[in-house]
């Protein structure tokens, strides 16, 4: 069969490319090199425990909010039910040594009182910062319903870096610390993320942090579920080899690596910009083109360690001490020490930046008991002779999972010695699902000064889509889908079709 469109990739970006496509009218199939659809957010089943591998919460799926009104323009929010987390203590931060100790409340009043009860003295810049992501975020094309899309309002907003807003409106100190800790949910440092892409993260979690019942497994059957609804042809375990082209250089298919080809006039590559490189012969891009997408800065690796724990007691972190508080619905993130870089890679584990997920833990996910992720920041440059046996990097990963789990224990005492490793992901993982070359956690950086790839390329009817080309996190991921999609029958059109979901909603 000739499709009018085939998607590579099978994640968020692709799935949403995929179901717009769909919705203009478009034949779509929908390639994935696993074996099964965004494996990523569908995380995984170990020992009959739940674990989120790339979904851990989300912000703006409050009814009405950003990722709630792009949930429902896939055509998917209605089978999707939100669990709010922690109305009071959604992220925690700690710093041990300092004493530091903060928890961000759901809400902008709710969080502009508790940052000016705790730093009186910046008073004026809490509020301006606050003031100043939602009058950003305002702007980005396809977050607000009134934002229109415009490729030079657009390059406006990546003008100034978060760094350069702390300076400008002199927030400084813990106060400092705290506002920029969300960095590592993108995996660029406040120097280089532009401020409207942190405004754009940080802005739905200000508004509201959720999950869906069900978790990260529940969106994955959602979105797969109004595939089969659309028309839209998955094919799993079809990873594709080659891009395929006609005697007068068009787009004609792809080849996969099972024997199989598909045939098109179009197509979108969701996957990481410098795997697509390597699937299209070198003659197709200009060779500044392809200097530019190999120069791509990466975002940090990390080291994942998924625990899973058979006792839970409560915590008086970040709250009120209760037999009966547990962690679910909340975040801890522990802070090195004052003084040192906060995304250092290079700190021994004992001593590094680390992210507590308890999103699963109070039952959310519904069949199976679920676990903890804690992620790490790591450096993910491949160094030179870094290969290993099997057995050592086997070990290794012990290693990593014991150091992770005695930290966690000695942090949070109240989990008990029922904390167990289940298992460890490391660089070399994420090199393998993120086809990323560093092994990077995010994919490519979004950074001052860097001009990521667009959605439309030199190749005809050749488009670009995922995190890379448009912003991180999953709105990130469905923002490319739309631009994209965008580009193919007209922002006008797209437009036209979001507010018609607004209006029915």
Do not use: W
Request: charge should be negative; charged fraction near 20%.
């Amino acid at each position: 069969m000739k499709y009018d469109y085939l998607v590579i990739g099978a994640g968020v970006s692709g799935i949403s490319s995929a179901l717009l496509l769909a919705r203009f009218g478009f034949r779509v199939a929908l390639l994935e090199q696993a074996s099964g659809p965004a494996p990523l957010i569908d995380g995984f089943v170990r020992n009959g425990v739940y674990f989120e591998a790339g979904f851990h919460y989300a912000g703006g799926l409050e009814s009405g909010g950003v990722l709630d009104r792009s949930l429902s323009l896939l055509g998917v929010a209605e089978d999707l039910h939100r669990v709010a987390f922690d109305e009071l203590a959604y992220d925690t931060i700690i710093q041990p040594e300092s004493g530091l100790n903060f928890s961000f409340p759901q809400g902008y009043d709710a969080l502009s009182l508790a940052l000016q009860k705790r730093f009186p003295e910046q008073r004026n810049p809490i509020t301006k910062y606050l003031g100043r992501v939602q009058e950003v975020t305002q702007n980005l094309p396809y977050y607000h319903p009134q934002a229109a899309f415009s490729p030079l309002s657009l390059a406006a907003l990546h003008e100034q870096s978060l760094e350069q807003v702390f300076a400008e409106l002199a927030i400084s100190g813990e106060l400092r610390t705290l506002l920029q800790v969300h960095c590592l949910l993108y995996g660029t440092k406040p120097s280089e993320v532009p401020f409207a892409i942190h405004a754009g993260v940080v802005d739905g979690y200000y508004r509201s942090a959720s999950t869906f019942k069900g978790g990260g497994r529940a969106l994955v059957k959602a979105l797969v579920a109004a595939c089969e609804r659309s028309g839209v042809d998955l094919f799993c375990r079809h990873q594709v080899s080659e891009v395929e082209l006609t005697a007068a250089g068009a787009f004609a298919g792809l080849a996969c690596a099972n024997g199989e080809r598909l045939q098109a006039v179009n197509c979108v590559s969701t996957i990481h910009p410098k795997a697509m490189l390597a699937l299209v012969p070198d003659s197709v891009f200009r060779p500044v083109y392809r200097r530019r997408l190999n120069a791509l800065a990466e975002t940090a690796s990390a080291e994942i360690v998924f625990l899973r724990c058979e006792r839970q007691r409560g915590s008086a972190l970040g709250g009120e001490a209760s037999d009966s508080y547990d962690f679910a619905g909340r975040n801890f993130f522990f802070l090195p020490s004052p003084g040192t870089d906060l995304f250092a890679p290079d700190l021994p584990l004992c001593e590094r930046l680390l992210y507590l997920n308890f999103a699963s833990s109070g039952g959310f996910t519904g069949a199976h008991e679920c676990g903890i992720t804690a992620i790490l920041p790591a450096a993910s440059e491949v160094a030179a002779g870094e290969a290993q046996s099997r057995f050592a990097y086997a070990e290794g990963k012990v290693q990593i999972g014991e150091q992770v789990r005695e930290r966690i224990s000695g942090l949070l005492p109240e989990l008990g010695a029922g904390l167990k490793v289940e298992c460890v992901a490391t660089k070399k993982t994420l090199q393998r699902i993120n086809l990323s070359p560093t092994g990077s956690l995010y994919g490519v950086k979004h950074m001052v000064g860097q001009f990521n790839p667009a959605a439309k390329t030199r190749l005809e009817n050749f488009f670009l889509a995922g995190q890379a080309t448009t912003a991180p996190g999953l709105l990130g991921a469905i923002t490319s889908a739309l631009m994209a999609v965008g580009e193919i029958v007209g922002h006008d059109k797209v437009e036209a079709l979001r507010r018609e979901v607004v209006c029915d909603g």
